[in-house]
């Protein structure tokens, strides 16, 4: 069980390594998590995020563990973005970039875990959600929260022990394996003693405040950045609140 663990963890991070030199954006060591695909929490998903979301059985026949990663974004990465007036375009090209390379995750684990007769499915990193509603099929970043992998900030991003400031990709597979434990402590400093409100007040479009977010009124805005940089490809990222807070990275 633990070898097929560290072999998913050397996998993940022999792509990111290989894959990473022909990518400007620079990535942190990967977190990983792993959950039941039979957690109660999954069926919970679609009151949560919304009733087209999708269970690990409906990835997988036979599904027994999903399996969740989280590609941290450096520090520098960050302060551009946190510094930029704008969106900074090496921010908006790891949005597509990384992408990219969680896709080539995906496929390189699902190969290599054939290989031990372990069947492996997954989602694309994004643009897998309802354009009306904007609810996704399914939500990484909440199979990330399943898997232990953080908690919830006021942003509604999850913030893990490395930070918010990075991209979650996930899989479903057919082999038990041990889940991770939920944390032990919550990462929103404004959840955990009203310190911090920094990403409400850094939100450029106004869509979040304390009481929550106006997803429409985001994604307005996420579409004007993804026209700004049209020669990019689809480029719908802001990641402001990811970036303005202490906990966009933590060490």
Same mark, same amino acid.
């Given at each position: ?183 032990? !402590?919550?990462?929103? %400093?404004?959840?955990?003693? =009203?310190? +911090?409100?920094? $990403?409400? @007040?850094?939100?450029?479009? #106004? ?16 579409? !004007?950045?993804?026209? %700004?940089?049209?020669?990019? =490809?689809? +480029?719908?990222? $802001?990641? @402001?609140?990811?970036?303005? #807070? ?6």
């Amino acid at each position: 069980m633990e070898d097929i663990k560290e072999l998913i963890n050397q996998t993940i991070n022999r792509v990111v390594l290989e894959r990473g030199k022909s990518m400007k954006t620079r990535y942190r060591p990967p977190l990983l998590g792993y959950a039941s695909a039979g957690n109660p929490l999954f069926q919970q998903l679609k009151t949560a995020v919304g009733p087209e979301h999708l269970l690990p059985q409906d990835l997988l026949s036979g599904a027994a563990t999903v399996v969740c990663f989280y590609l941290p974004f450096t520090g520098e990465l960050v302060k551009n973005n946190r510094e930029h007036a704008y969106v900074a375009r090496s921010w908006a090209e790891a949005y597509i970039e990384t992408n990219t390379l969680i896709s080539l995750c995906c496929e390189e684990l699902a190969t290599t875990l054939a290989a031990y007769g372990i069947a492996a499915a997954w989602q694309k990193p994004t643009h897998n959600f309802d354009p009306a509603k904007l609810s996704a099929q399914w939500s990484h970043k909440h199979i990330a929260y399943i898997c232990g992998m953080g908690t919830f900030g006021v942003h509604q991003m999850l913030i893990t022990p490395y930070g918010c400031a990075g991209r979650f990709g996930s899989l479903v597979i057919d082999r038990t394996l041990t889940p991770s434990p939920q944390p032990a !402590e919550q990462f929103c %400093f404004y959840h955990r003693n =009203g310190s +911090c409100l920094n $990403c409400v @007040k850094k939100c450029p479009s #106004g869509a979040l405040t304390r009481e929550g977010l106006d997803k429409q009124k985001c994604y307005s805005y996420l579409l !004007e950045v993804d026209a %700004f940089f049209a020669d990019l =490809g689809l +480029c719908d990222a $802001c990641g @402001k609140c990811a970036c303005c #807070g202490p906990c966009a990275v933590i060490d």
